[in-house]
């Protein structure tokens, strides 16, 4: 009778192991993202990440206000100008203040045109996040850079993966709208462009050679339409650190999978 009872402990001993084991299993593929998974979680992130960086930048001041984003001046431009500023028969005559009002105004146009323009880039980001392949998609959960510019951990892989699908196109599509801004008269006979092309004709001609400093080759609206997009991918990025360092607040089930996994 013993042995009887003993044999039957000993089955349902190794039984229920066996039901613990298959319970673990299914808990570790529930909890493990698959391949298709893994890409759909990744597609999402990115979707999150261009709509917030859209929203925050495509309203009043979401260029202008914000100084981390903000086109500045080309750094050639704002050397020669902080000297004019400073210029003792410039302030005498009150030409700073009047040469300082329109530096604001070309700003303050120049950051207004990207804030308009910046709406349009969403069906690009669409497309690029569309083609994102699972091989891409694992090497991007795993922080790994495929555009080649970090070595180590990047916590931005999946920014930097839009970046490198899309910077061209961003670049087609905001340069003209940029430029447009750039051609408009400043309230004193000429437009920002045609200020640039003067200074950078003088600077050029005279005071590179004088001071050992390369020539100027790049355009205005090519410099203002890289920052504008330096400032769309930082927002981005922004974004992207925000859900691997805590997926848990967003709503969606498959950003809590994905990155909730790598996180463990």
């Given at each position: 009778?013993?042995?009887?009872?003993?044999?039957?402990?000993?089955?349902i001993?190794?039984?229920?192991c066996?039901?613990?084991?298959?319970?673990?299993?299914?808990?570790?593929?529930?909890?493990?993202?698959?391949?298709?998974?893994?890409?759909?979680?990744l597609?999402?992130s990115?979707?999150?990440g261009?709509n917030s960086?859209?929203s925050?930048?495509?309203?009043?001041?979401?260029?202008?206000g914000?100084?981390?984003v903000?086109i500045?001046?080309p750094?050639?431009?704002?050397?020669v100008?902080?000297v004019?500023?400073?210029?003792?028969?410039?302030?005498?005559?009150?030409?700073?203040?009047?040469?300082?009002?329109?530096?604001?105004?070309?700003?303050?146009?120049v950051?207004?045109?990207?804030?308009?323009?910046v709406?349009e880039?969403?069906?690009?980001?669409?497309?690029?996040?569309?083609?994102l392949?699972?091989n891409?998609?694992?090497?991007?959960?795993?922080?790994?850079?495929?555009s080649?510019?970090?070595?180590g951990?990047?916590?931005?892989?999946?920014t930097?993966y839009?970046?490198l699908k899309?910077?061209?196109?961003?670049?087609?599509?905001?340069?003209?709208k940029i430029?447009?801004?750039?051609?408009k008269?400043l309230?004193?006979?000429f437009s920002?462009n045609?200020?640039?092309?003067?200074?950078?004709?003088?600077?050029n001609?005279?005071?590179?050679t004088?001071?050992?400093?390369?020539?100027?080759?790049?355009?205005l609206?090519?410099?203002?339409?890289?920052k504008?997009?330096?400032?769309v991918?930082?927002?981005?990025?922004k974004?992207?650190?925000?859900?691997?360092?805590?997926?848990?607040?967003?709503?969606?089930?498959?950003?809590?999978?994905?990155?909730g996994y790598v996180?463990?």
């Amino acid at each position: 009778m013993k042995k009887i009872f003993l044999i039957s402990a000993l089955i349902i001993f190794f039984s229920s192991c066996q039901v613990l084991e298959q319970i673990l299993k299914q808990a570790a593929a529930s909890t493990t993202p698959s391949e298709a998974e893994i890409v759909e979680g990744l597609k999402k992130s990115l979707e999150i990440g261009t709509n917030s960086a859209v929203s925050t930048l495509n309203k009043k001041d979401g260029f202008y206000g914000n100084p981390i984003v903000k086109i500045p001046l080309p750094p050639d431009v704002k050397s020669v100008l902080d000297v004019a500023l400073n210029n003792k028969t410039v302030k005498q005559t009150g030409m700073d203040k009047l040469l300082q009002e329109k530096i604001d105004k070309f700003l303050l146009s120049v950051n207004r045109s990207a804030e308009s323009a910046v709406i349009e880039a969403k069906p690009i980001f669409v497309n690029a996040i569309t083609n994102l392949t699972i091989n891409q998609g694992l090497n991007i959960l795993q922080g790994k850079d495929i555009s080649g510019k970090v070595s180590g951990f990047d916590s931005i892989a999946a920014t930097h993966y839009l970046e490198l699908k899309t910077r061209s196109s961003l670049f087609s599509l905001f340069q003209p709208k940029i430029n447009t801004a750039l051609d408009k008269d400043l309230g004193v006979g000429f437009s920002a462009n045609r200020a640039w092309e003067q200074l950078t004709s003088y600077y050029n001609n005279y005071i590179s050679t004088i001071i050992g400093k390369p020539k100027i080759t790049y355009s205005l609206s090519e410099f203002a339409t890289n920052k504008a997009l330096d400032g769309v991918f930082y927002m981005m990025g922004k974004e992207e650190k925000k859900i691997r360092k805590d997926p848990y607040q967003y709503a969606y089930d498959i950003i809590k999978k994905v990155f909730g996994y790598v996180k463990k």
